[in-house]
């Protein structure tokens, strides 16, 4: 019964509609404070995580799990022990691959790629299952500058190693078969993808010649390293210094923004004290008719607690909103040529949000504590001097 009495009295004071008085407005805006530190500190883990889950998807999808290398970068036959060990584990996720320099002409202009030589080309930028002879794939960057277009017919140019300037280069016509865009400038401004024979005949290597193995599946990636003198390395470890530094970032972030939440708990801690003082002659009527100080400070831990609750709740509901629309519309765009995507990614993070909801709800209840402390002091005569 005491409890119901402290839930019935807590509600009334909370929402209590007196004229002239401040208070009345005053837990309202401690919740509408404290809603937007938490919507602030939720969007900026969606940003944050989403920035790291969209690199990540995008790096795996080019690089693979990892790739098998020869530690001078020369190239290795197929039936070398070692690579014939691993594609015979799985010949779909183990591919070969060639990598090279050429030079990419049309008309009169011309730009230098990255040759990308290998049979199945990565499916997060294309649907083809298969790359045939005489066709290539180019990034959206490089058909910018060249003004190429699906089905144009354009010239690779490559001086192998093996030969001299004086030579005459190995040229050789492709038909682009698909215009690729990751986002991901450092790729669509310089890659391009074509078969591994014409690889081969590209950079005038021989038919078992390789320049190495991408690895698309985590569960085959040698454990245990290999032998020298190959090298293996994943595609966290290629990119350390970009994830170092989205990791550097994470945590100033999440302070900055928390501080935001903290001015709604101080702005609670407010709220409750001036709704204390307000009440002073009510509160004192309410100890001459017996009631306990424990049911007194359950009023206002109750206040506390729900003003919490709800800037929580309206807090995450305003992010889910705002990240919602974002990953359907993609309205906040950002300038693709310094970030490595053209809007800003957000990923919903159902953990995050609950852990986010309860620590809100907990530190509610504690600053609570703070202006209900002072209850236990309250002169009742005082309180009831004027009425």
């Known amino acids: 019964m005491k ?7 807590a509600l009334r004071f909370l929402f209590f509609k007196g004229s002239d008085t401040f208070s009345s407005y005053a837990s309202l805006l401690a ?36 790739r098998l290398g020869h530690i001078f970068g020369k190239t290795a036959s197929i039936k070398n022990p070692t690579i014939d060990s691993l ?14 320099i050429a030079l990419m002409r049309f008309g009169s202009l011309s730009e230098g790629v990255v040759i990308e030589g290998l049979d199945i080309p990565p499916s997060a930028i294309s649907k083809l299952k298969e790359i045939e002879n005489g066709n290539i794939l180019i990034g959206r960057g490089i058909a ?11 010239y690779l140019q490559c001086i192998s190693p ?15 078969n698909e215009i690729f865009y990751s986002g991901l400038q450092e ?35 040698p454990d245990d390293g290999v032998e020298y003198p190959f090298y293996f390395e994943t595609w966290k470890e290629k990119h350390a210094l970009l994830f170092e530094w989205i990791t ?51 009023i206002f831990l109750i206040q506390g607690s729900f003003i919490g609750l709800c800037g929580g709740l309206i807090g995450g509901c305003l992010a889910t909103v705002i990240i919602f629309i974002q990953l359907q519309y993609e309205i906040l765009k950002i300038p ?36 209900v402390r002072k209850i236990a002091s309250l002169n009742t005569a005082n309180a009831l001097r004027y009425e």
């Open 248 to 298: 550097i970032q994470r945590w100033p972030a999440y302070i900055m923004f928390s501080l935001i939440a903290f001015v709604g708990l101080v702005n609670l801690i407010a709220a409750i004290a001036m709704i204390i003082i307000e009440k002073t002659n009510q509160i004192g009527i309410l100890i001459a008719q017996g009631l306990p100080y424990s049911a007194l400070k359950n």
């Open 3 to 9: 409890k119901f009495i402290s839930l019935k009295l």
């Open 187 to 221: 790729y669509d401004n310089s890659l391009v993808y074509i078969s591994l024979n014409d690889s081969r005949s590209i950079l005038s290597l021989q038919d078992d010649q390789v320049s190495g193995l991408i690895f698309f599946d985590q569960e085959f990636i």
């Open 336 to 371: 693709s040529d310094i970030y490595f995507m053209d809007h800003i990614p957000v990923s919903f993070d159902y953990i995050m949000f609950l852990v986010t909801l309860i620590i809100s709800f907990l530190l509610s209840l504690f600053a609570s504590w703070f202006p």
């Open 162 to 176: 093996k030969q001299s300037l004086s030579n005459i280069p190995t040229i050789k016509s492709f038909i682009v």
């Open 87 to 100: 594609i015979s584990k799985s010949p779909q996720s183990i591919i070969p691959f060639n990598s090279g």
């Open 144 to 154: 910018l500058s060249l003004n190429v277009k699906v089905g144009d017919k354009v």
């Open 31 to 66: 919740i509408g404070g404290l809603g937007i530190g938490i919507c602030s500190l939720l969007l900026t883990s969606s940003i944050i995580n989403g920035f790291h889950d969209t690199v990540s998807n995008k790096l795996l999808s080019f690089e693979g799990s990892g």
